[in-house]
Nanobody, 119 residues
Framework: QVQLVESGGGLVQAGGSLRLSCAAS????????MGWYRQAPGKQRELVAV???????KYADSVKGRFTISRDNAKNTVFLQMNSLKPEDTDVYYC?????????????WGQGTQVTVSS
């Protein structure tokens, strides 16, 4: 069983910063990618940022230049540094891990952390 524990969400004023963390634990054999998604009520979950393998990163156009994803491989932890936050960044943010547990494919989600940006 794999667990993802997120932290770092909260309330911030527009223009402020937050740093999200997601620590993975459990039966993880290898990690292909770790990323962050966000979802507003009634909307589909969308990719915010992902870090793949050796460090390749991909961002949603709406966060490029403002958000930075990074990873601590030794601790199976992924971070999302969010700067210059806007009210439209308000969402529940979910951590995702794709990889393998022993020989089986793995796709795990965190419980979500609320990010609220006030104008």
């Amino acid at each position: 069983q794999v667990q993802l524990v997120e932290s770092g969400g909260g309330l911030v004023q527009a223009g402020g910063s937050l740093r999200l963390s997601c620590a993975a634990s459990g039966s993880i054999f290898s990690i292909t990618a770790m990323g962050w998604y966000r979802q507003a009520p009634g909307k589909q979950r969308e990719l915010v940022a992902v870090i793949i393998g050796g460090g390749i990163t991909k961002y949603a156009d709406s966060v490029k230049g403002r958000f930075t994803i990074s990873r601590d491989n030794a601790k199976n932890t992924v971070f999302l540094q969010m700067n210059s936050l806007k009210p439209e960044d308000t969402d529940v943010y979910y951590c995702n891990l794709a990889g393998y547990t022993d020989s089986l494919p793995l796709n795990a989600w965190g419980q979500g952390t609320q990010v609220t940006v006030s104008s």
